[in-house]
């Protein structure tokens, strides 16, 4: 098991207004598996995302990757660990207003030791044309491009994906999951992606679907369809 996720338990708040939001969650996910976790809004998917992150901690349970803990390592392993080993793709995209899209994606090159060819990447995902623009300038779309871009360029074995579609259209969102989806294939990245759309479910190897602090159903999709064949 690549990323062992183990009787995982977050509270916010104290007392009254106390909210138990995952209440021992367990997933298992295989090196190079397409996971999409579903879940209403609420449910604590980006919780569980950043515990996974290591943006956040658990009170309760653990996240192994490759056999080792992340709550074992001090401040440094975890920083290396968030720096080499993960991307991260948020709804909002999250970039540097003032920094152009090729600077955007150096951004992440810079922390990575080995980091792909920033123009293969921007060419891949149709951006190279665009690179001298600011983020501003461009289409909702190709903003969410740019970020991936970003996360990927650092050629991270995880992906972390939350709601990366929640703020596109239809069409822009069926081509960023054909992205998302090309980038599991070319690189084998492990990706666990958030939504709140069932039908995105139906592109995963594993669905894992949470719904009131627990996991009610975890299961590898036997029907796997290609992003582009996606309908909603
Ligand atoms: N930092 C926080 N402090 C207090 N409550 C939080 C915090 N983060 C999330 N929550 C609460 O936890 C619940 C789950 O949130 P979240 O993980 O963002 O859900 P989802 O991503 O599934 O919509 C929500 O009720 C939210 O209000
Ligand atoms: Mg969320």
Known sequence: MFIEIKGIKKSFGSGESR???????????DKGEFCVLLGP????????????????????????INGEKTADMNEKALTMYRRKHLGYI????????NLNIKENVEVGAYLSDNPLDVDDILKTLGLYEHRHKLPNQLSGGQQQRTAIGRAIVKNPDILLCDEPTGALDYNTSKEILQLIETVNQKYNSTIIMVTHNDAIKNMADKVIKLRDGVIRKQYVNQTKVAAADLDW
């Open 19 to 29: 909210a138990d939001v995952l209440k021992g969650i367990d997933i298992g996910i």
């Open 90 to 97: 948020f709804q909002m995209y999250n970039l540097i207003p």
């Open 41 to 64: 809004s609420g449910s604590g998917k980006s919780t569980l995302l950043n515990i996974i992150g290591g943006i956040d901690s658990a009170d309760e349970g653990y996240i192994s």
